[in-house]
T-cell receptor, first 117, second 114 residues
Framework: AQKITQTQPGMFVQEKEAVTLDCTYDTSDPSYGLFWYKQPSSGEMIFLIYQGSYDQQNATEGRYSLNFQKARKSANLVISASQLGDSAMYFCAMTPAFSGGYNKLIFGAGTRLAVHP | ETGVTQTPRHLVMGMTNKKSLKCEQHLGHNAMYWYKQSAKKPLELMFVYNFKEQTENNSVPSRFSPECPNSSHLFLHLHTLQPEDSALYLC?????????????FGPGTRLTVL
């Protein structure tokens, strides 16, 4: 069965510094997708970045980058130059190989990030 | 309206009440989802509709009844709920079969069952 593990329930970082949020996954599928979402206190989940299992390069989106290590089954999110508005819950999620025309997302437990001034 | 909207944003109901949660997506997507987010638990997928057809029901109790009249609207009908059903209920939508297509989420309905 597929599973996402986020071992850091909470993290804090100083404003303008970089922070890495850990994510490991378990799947026997050769093809899958990995996502990171941000959930502010308002509740909605905001898509940040995507990495496909066959992508050769690590994904980047602005200040977000994904450190994808396929052999170790890890997909850590790196946030550079942290801002106060980055304070939120962050979820790692995975889409298995065959979902029949839709994306079945499996989420981790999340990491709460606090950015300090 | 843009994106995915959900109403109401907050709902308090007794265990004998009947209520409905509404979700609407303005993105032209074909798939819609209901998730439950309880405190200290990962997001749980409840139901999936693809082109109005229910394609997944993750062993959800029958006191939760989904309805998808068209690709843009999704409802979750609630009746005789339990206090442990109190949670944030999130709706999402996505387009197509490509696994890289992200799901777009609504702001959620915070449900409290007394």
């Amino acid at each position: 069965a597929q599973k996402i593990t986020q071992t850091q329930p909470g993290m804090f970082v100083q404003e303008k510094e970089a922070v890495t949020l850990d994510c490991t996954y378990d799947t026997s599928d050769p093809s899958y997708g990995l996502f990171w979402y941000k959930q502010p206190s308002s509740g909605e989940m905001i898509f940040l970045i995507y990495q496909g299992s066959y992508d050769q390069q690590n994904a980047t989106e602005g200040r977000y980058s994904l450190n994808f290590q396929k052999a170790r089954k890890s997909a850590n999110l790196v946030i550079s130059a942290s801002q106060l508005g980055d304070s939120a819950m962050y979820f790692c999620a995975m889409t298995p190989a065959f979902s029949g025309g839709y994306n079945k997302l499996i989420f981790g437990a999340g990491t709460r990030l606090a950015v300090h001034p | 309206e843009t994106g995915v909207t959900q109403t109401p944003r907050h709902l308090v109901m007794g265990m004998t009440n009947k209520k409905s949660l509404k979700c609407e997506q303005h993105l032209g997507h074909n798939a819609m989802y209901w998730y439950k987010q309880s405190a200290k638990k990962p997001l749980e997928l409840m139901f999936v509709y693809n082109f109005k057809e229910q394609t997944e029901n993750n062993s959800v109790p029958s006191r939760f009844s989904p309805e998808c009249p068209n690709s843009s609207h999704l409802f979750l009908h609630l009746h005789t709920l339990q206090p442990e059903d109190s949670a944030l209920y999130l709706c999402a939508s996505s387009q197509g079969e490509d696994r890289h297509n992200e799901q777009f989420f609504g702001p959620g309905t915070r449900l409290t069952v007394l």
